[in-house]
């Protein structure tokens, strides 16, 4: 099926509207594909598609897919989607992402990043990195990349740079010939039943590399470090880095934070201390998505010379502790922290940046939920406040014992101040009343919850009603 995808044809793609498929959509129409598509919801994604050209349909209707010679559906779109089964009855080829991404990156050097946390960024900042080198990749990313306003680019250069899902088994798709593996926890449990299921996945995925290719292996965590030594062990190419172990290939230490938002770094490449780097994001997991980087772009032939300027320069991702504003001395980040792990790193790398810290958690499906409850309650210990909203359940049934007040009693339990704050409107009045200047409200969330953050602003900076008597 994999020579369906030609220049020149119509490809409709059925939920256009995600990271995932707007970004495969602007590749295609910048490859000389003519592409629509649709989707039940309008978003700023969307909004973008339509600004460039592609056509979109609000909502599924088999008449959509007039005129289209490939039909490409989300992961998120059911077999008796009206499109899909017109598709089939027209006898027109039907790809999910897995297949066409496949198609897409194959006549590209592919570097394909691959993890349970970190890939966006790290996504971002290899391509970033080539950008700045010439090498004019193109590359699609699991959240917008600031510099360029949004989650694709198409480069004229040979190299593919993408985010590689495991969820759906995307990934597997892939043959990269680098592939940067930042860290393996259980993650997806409504795909991956068992952590052993999700070692196996990305197994799977390092099989994947081409057989000359090169591994990136983050080392930090256990699972990816035992992976990468049985692929070692196998005479394949790997190479390590590591904030703990300083015999990785790429090392670092002397890790501060001269300002807030931005990270310091000594970068040691094979036990050789090299040069100082100036990181214009904060924490240590942002240190180790940075060595991930230039240990891919140094595969590819990047000089860590280059690479490091190039860093030095990176705008981020948006949803990535990203300031939405300060108002009244109050600064408001955004994140898209929602695994346990996540969350904590967030917490500790924005702990004493500013006065109080405010944890505004949005809990995300209750099928994590179930599976991670005691980790989530454990996660907040860096935060002096805790408001837990309303579940962003995503169509799932509610799990008796995790609704969103019981999630917060159980947090209180371990954390002097965790509370249920209720909706939107809710939180961000609690905030507006119980925020001082020189807090922090850091809200971490894969659903609407940014929401907060754009109320919050505003009732901080809307002028006070005059006093009538």
């Given at each position: ?23 495969i ?7 000389g ?15 973008r ?11 599924h209707?088999?008449?959509n ?22 598709a ?38 290899v ?42 088994l ?39 590399i081409?057989p ?11 699972i ?8 070692r ?15 990785s ?61 190039a ?36 917490l500790d ?8 810290l ?47 007040p ?11 101040d ?20 020189g ?8 659903g ?22």
């Amino acid at each position: 099926m994999s020579n369906c995808l030609r220049p020149g044809r119509h490809v409709h793609i059925v939920g256009i509207g995600g990271f995932g498929m707007s970004a495969i959509a602007q590749v295609l129409q910048a490859s000389g594909y003519h592409v629509s598509g649709s989707d039940q919801q309008q978003n700023l994604l969307i909004e973008r598609l339509q600004g460039a050209g592609i056509s979109i349909y609000h909502g599924h209707a088999a008449a959509n897919i007039g005129g289209a010679e490939v039909v490409l559906a989300s992961s998120a779109i059911p077999q008796d989607n009206p499109e899909i089964q017109a598709a089939q009855a027209a006898g027109l080829p039907v790809m999910n992402r897995r297949e066409a991404i496949g198609s897409i990156t194959a006549r590209y050097r592919t570097i394909a990043v691959a993890g349970t946390h970190g890939k966006t960024t790290t996504t971002a900042l290899v391509t970033h990195i080539l950008a700045s080198a010439g090498l004019d990749p193109t590359a699609i990313v699991g959240g917008v990349m600031k510099d360029v306003g949004t989650n694709a680019r198409a480069g004229k250069g040979p190299h593919f740079v993408i985010e590689a899902d495991e969820y759906g088994l995307m990934f597997l798709g892939l043959a990269p010939e680098v592939a940067i593996l930042t860290n393996i926890e259980h993650d997806h449990h409504d795909q991956f039943p068992t952590l052993e299921s999700t070692r196996d996945a990305f197994r799977q995925f390092i099989g994947q590399i081409q057989p000359d290719g090169v591994l990136v292996a983050g080392i930090d965590s256990p699972i990816v470090a035992e992976l990468a030594e049985k692929r070692r062990w196998d005479g394949k190419p790997v190479v390590t880095y590591s904030l703990s172990n300083p015999d990785s290939d790429w090392f670092a230490d002397a890790i501060e934070n001269p300002t807030p938002g931005k990270t310091r770094f000594v970068l040691h490449y094979q036990a050789t201390p090299l040069t100082s780097v100036a990181l214009p994001l904060l924490g240590q997991h942002n240190v180790q998505n940075t060595l991930a980087a230039l240990a891919a772009a140094d595969a590819v032939g990047v000089g860590y010379e280059t690479a490091i300027e190039a860093v030095a320069t990176f705008a981020g991702t948006e949803r990535r502790a990203e300031i939405m504003g300060q108002a009244q001395g109050i600064t408001v980040v955004n994140d898209y922290a929602h695994h346990p792990t996540e969350i904590r790193v967030m917490l500790d790398a924005w702990h004493g940046q500013g006065r109080d810290l405010w944890a505004v958690w949005q809990p995300h499906t209750y099928t994590r939920l179930r599976a991670l409850v005691d980790a989530y309650i454990n996660s907040f210990g860096a935060a002096d406040h805790v408001l837990v909203t309303d579940v962003y359940s995503v169509r799932e049934t509610p799990t008796p014992g995790l609704s969103a007040p019981e999630l917060a009693s159980m947090i209180a339990t371990t954390h002097p101040d965790a509370r249920y704050s209720g909706g939107f409107a809710a939180t961000a009045a609690v905030l507006a009343v119980e925020a001082q200047p020189g807090d922090i409200v850091l809200i971490m969330s894969a659903g609407d919850a940014p929401a907060i953050g754009t109320q919050l602003l505003q009732k901080l900076t809307l002028p006070e009603e005059p006093f009538r008597g």
